[in-house]
T-cell receptor, first 113, second 115 residues
Framework: GEDVEQSLFLSVREGDSSVINCTYTDSSSTYLYWYKQEPGAGLQLLTYIFSNMDMKQDQRLTVLLNKKDKHLSLRIADTQTGDSAIYFCAETPKGGGYQKVTFGTGTKLQVIP | GAVVSQHPSWVICKSGTSVKIECRSLDFQATTMFWYRQFPKQSLMLMAT?????????EQGVEKDKFLINHASLTLSTLTVTSAHPEDSSFYICSARWDGKNIQYFGAGTRLSVL
């Protein structure tokens, strides 16, 4: 199958770290992505990782990929109120010709001041 | 770089009318663009893949005569919702795939309300 699963909700205090988890099913996916969606807006690409990488860090964002367990995570350090949004992980499965992107269900991150 | 412009951002129309939504890649070429539909508090559902110079590829269950897609240039794809009905009310989002990269960049979305 091509289901990408995420927990629906995460609440953290401002200044703490947030970790959003994702499980995907297609081990042949070449790219894995994290997108951010603010209310009423489109999706903003936060970061992506190639399937041959284990980790990628970009300022406050750290992506960890465990191919064996098909697990992807996004860590946001020093979470700010502006980070409150819905976060989608996504993959490019073989079934879509590696072009179509399959999105997860989205995790709503709430940052408490 | 990698900006995708979607227009209009919000449209209200009467039942039975048609609505056109534009998706433009402003600073890169996109042979392939995608159209998604998003229901409240749900993930994105791929409707169709738009290919420049050829017919769009629709996902199962999406009516191609209802949702007309035209990808006339490397920077523009349009989605026309024909004879819109209240059940077509939704948030429509386009994305453009940067040629040479497997990265999709998204527009800001169009909220369609059909009365």
């Amino acid at each position: 199958g091509e289901d990408v699963e995420q927990s629906l909700f995460l609440s953290v205090r401002e200044g703490d770290s947030s970790v959003i988890n994702c499980t995907y099913t297609d081990s042949s996916s070449t790219y894995l992505y994290w997108y951010k969606q603010e209310p009423g807006a489109g999706l903003q690409l936060l970061t992506y990782i190639f399937s041959n990488m284990d980790m990628k860090q970009d300022q406050r964002l750290t992506v960890l990929l465990n191919k064996k367990d098909k697990h992807l995570s996004l860590r946001i350090a020093d979470t700010q109120t502006g980070d409150s949004a819905i976060y989608f992980c996504a993959e490019t499965p073989k079934g879509g010709g590696y072009q179509k992107v399959t999105f997860g269900t989205g995790t709503k991150l709430q940052v408490i001041p | 770089g990698a900006v995708v412009s979607q227009h209009p951002s919000w449209v209200i129309c009467k039942s039975g009318t048609s609505v056109k939504i534009e998706c433009r890649s402003l600073d890169f070429q996109a042979t392939t663009m995608f159209w998604y539909r998003q229901f409240p508090k749900q993930s994105l559902m791929l409707m169709a893949t738009s290919n420049e110079g050829s017919k769009a590829t629709y996902e199962q269950g999406v009516e191609k005569d209802k949702f007309l897609i035209n990808h006339a240039s490397l920077t523009l794809s349009t989605l026309t919702v024909t004879s819109a009905h209240p059940e077509d009310s939704s948030f429509y989002i386009c994305s453009a795939r940067w040629d040479g990269k497997n990265i999709q960049y998204f527009g800001a979305g169009t909220r369609l309300s059909v009365l």
